[in-house]
């Protein structure tokens, strides 16, 4: 699955964890991944007050993505 999300590098997405709760607290905020090393997953995002958010979540966590094509 890292190879996976290494080809996604800069894409705009929603990404949900087993707990089913969204890396940016919301399905209507998407994130940018920026970078993965196999292991974890680092996105980006602008929060609710206009702030540039970023967050690190491991990848085994994860279970679903949503791909915004551009």
Avoid at 6 to 28: F, H, I, K, N, W
Wanted: charged share 30%; net charge negative.
């Amino acid at each position: 699955m890292a190879g996976i999300f290494a080809d996604l590098l800069g894409q705009r997405c929603c990404v949900r964890t087993e707990e089913d709760e969204y890396l940016t607290g919301s399905p209507d905020v998407p994130c940018r991944i920026t970078g993965t090393d196999g292991e974890w997953l680092r996105v980006s995002y602008i929060d609710e007050q206009g702030k540039r958010v970023s967050r690190i979540s491991r990848i085994e966590m994860l279970t679903d993505v949503l791909i915004f094509e551009e």
